[in-house]
């Protein structure tokens, strides 16, 4: 187990944010990360997975963890199904690549999306009408105080739109070190109700996809709206969508006939922040390298050099003219650090 000392983050958060941490360790296995937690106040350490999640605002004076546990095994299986078992540290597009090769179905939706495999359960990751919670059976981890390793099931995670009990009530208290899946082996059940996947398929004229093509179509749609964090800085989307009530709703309706909504319950209207962001004028916006998407406006960019604090400043102004312009308040999706 190596120690490094004001070790860069900058190839360690998709934002490729440059700030640095006092010191940096990789754990590759329980055993280690149970002797660090037992030598280590909690409050003295800032755990990290994939970093796709995140906006650095400044220097860590902690010791960064960096969970680095690999692996994937089978748990059980049946004619039909298959539970596997993925360690926290492994690349989550890494995962659904290997779940199509063995033909195990799920996962295709949420294919390309950044970050780690411990990590996605915390915010429920979701994309394309399927999110974690569809496939998740439960996860191991390790709490941070009395180094206890528990199983969380799906009930006990508590999942909602981009969220869980990871990031409410056990927050900060718990380390995930494994995650279950249940996959389908036969019969799966496809989920192409989405109009980007339709118009994808239709493209290439496939009208009985198999989970390879709708992959293929969720890997497309996303090249064309999504910058590749390898090639310019961004934590996916950096707002979620609000979510109003239908009063307000009709009246922007009225304003904005044009506006796209989602009905969410009796009461409430989901409404795409990429939109309202895009309306407000800020499609492309750039100050210094701080950005707004040019194909996304739900995408806050960083063109190379910005600082967390300037890429939070223009977060900040386009929270404004949103509530000035729209009576709505944007809420982060990324976790500001
Ligand atoms: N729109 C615009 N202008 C824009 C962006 C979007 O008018 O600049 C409109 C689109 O035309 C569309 C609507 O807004 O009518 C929604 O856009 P889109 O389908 O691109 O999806 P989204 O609501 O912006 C959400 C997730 C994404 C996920 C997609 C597909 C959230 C916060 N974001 O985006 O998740 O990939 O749906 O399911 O829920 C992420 O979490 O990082 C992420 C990328």
Redesign the pocket.
Known sequence: MQILRNFSLKDHNSFGIDVRADKFISIENIDDLRNLLRKNYASELFILGGGSNMLLTGDIHKTVLHIALKGKKIISETENEVTIEVSAGENWHELVLWTLKNNYGGLENLSL?PGNVGTAPIQN?????VELKDTFVSCNAMNVQTLEQREFTLKDCEFS??NSVFKNKLKGQYIITSVKFRLTKKNHLLKTE?G?IQAELEKDNISSPSIQDISNAVIAI?KS??PDPEEIGN???F???PIIGKDQFAKLKEKFPEI?SYEVSEEKIKV????L???AGF?GYRDGDAGVHV?????LVNYGLATGAEILALARQIQEKIKAQFDIDLEA?VNII
Do not use: T
Request: proline share 6%; net charge positive.
């Open positions: 999306i990751i979701g994309a394309y009408g739109y981009r989405y980007a996303r709206k999504l934590s996916g989307s707002f979620k969508n796209p795409p922040a990429g939109w962001i895009d309306k499609k194909n996304q406006a739900l995408v999706e």
